[in-house]
């Protein structure tokens, strides 16, 4: 199992908030959850017809998941900003890795897949979303590497685009790690000869003089305490998803080459995209 990251600087402090913050979290949370599990009542009756007749492919669905995503983002109050094009054909779609948010972020951006670890199909709540808009679960280690292989080439072979953190783990948002190559073996034992992968660089900007590490989610921070603050915040600030030119696998002589070439768009977007925000407060 891959380590949780951890800084070298404790997170910034998520008080219990006040009786303005808690107004606030109200006033969002209360439309985010009838958003969320209302509309994924709708997805679960639509895909008793979507089933029966396109099996795994899916073309309704995913429409709703963007719809709850893009929403999300708006009730919660932080600016989504694209960049670049999305690339038109299948394949995967790799990206730095700094929050949960990032799940509703890239959703809301381009219909994809998410390729998750298997731990995450039991989480309350999040793993029936998970689930019910077709995430690919898998279990990580060597010995399961070959039947993970064979169920992501079945799904890229279904025309889906599947979206990974190549990470392993997120990070507080301000650098990005090596891209572990493992999944990337996938791209190159499907069948299809045009199958490409994107890099995607995202970037948050914390709200005017609130610590640059505002959004993320790492180590032993737990998913509730981390929401709530969220949803508190007098403020928002905004994100950025920077689609990078996609690469063709064949051009590739193997995954590790590969993964070290998404790694360096990616990582270089975020320097850019950082150097350019202002200065924030990033006082422990």
């Not at 429409?63 to 394949?91: E, K, M, Y």
């Not at 779609?93 to 199909?121: G, P, Q, T």
Request: aromatic letters at 10%.
């Amino acid at each position: 199992m891959t380590p949780l990251w951890q800084s070298d600087r404790p997170p910034p402090r998520n008080d219990w908030p006040k009786a303005g913050g808690i107004a606030r979290a109200l006033v969002r949370g209360v439309p985010l959850v009838v958003l969320v599990f209302g509309t994924l009542a709708v997805l679960l009756l639509l895909r008793q017809i979507e089933r029966p007749v396109f099996g795994q492919r899916r073309p309704w669905t995913p429409h709703l998941t963007q719809f709850v995503c893009v929403n999300s983002l708006r009730l919660i109050g932080i600016r989504l900003v694209v960049q670049g094009d999305v690339a038109p054909s299948h394949g995967a779609v790799v990206a730095n890795h700094s929050s949960w948010l990032d799940i509703f972020v890239l959703n809301a951006a381009k219909r994809i897949y998410f390729v998750s670890k298997s731990e995450v199909a039991g989480w309350f709540g999040i793993g029936w979303l998970a689930r019910a808009t077709g995430t690919v679960f898998i279990e990580r280690g060597p010995r399961h590497a070959s039947a993970q292989r064979d169920l992501l080439r079945q799904r890229l072979d279904l025309g889906h685009k599947l979206m990974f953190f190549p990470e392993g783990t997120s990070t507080d948002g301000l650098q990005v790690l090596p891209f572990k190559s493992t999944l990337f073996q996938a791209l190159f034992t499907s069948a299809a000869p045009d199958l490409t992968v994107q890099p995607v660089t995202v970037h948050y900007r914390a709200p005017a003089g609130a610590d640059r590490r505002f959004y993320g989610w790492w180590g032993d921070m737990e998913f509730g305490p981390h929401l709530i603050h969220l949803l508190a915040a007098r403020r928002h600030g905004s994100v950025t998803v920077t689609y990078h030119p996609p690469l063709l696998v064949a051009d590739f002589p193997d995954r590790k080459a590969l993964a070290l070439a998404c790694f360096g768009p990616v990582a270089e977007g975020l320097r850019r995209q950082s150097a350019d925000a202002p200065a924030g407060d990033d006082a422990p």
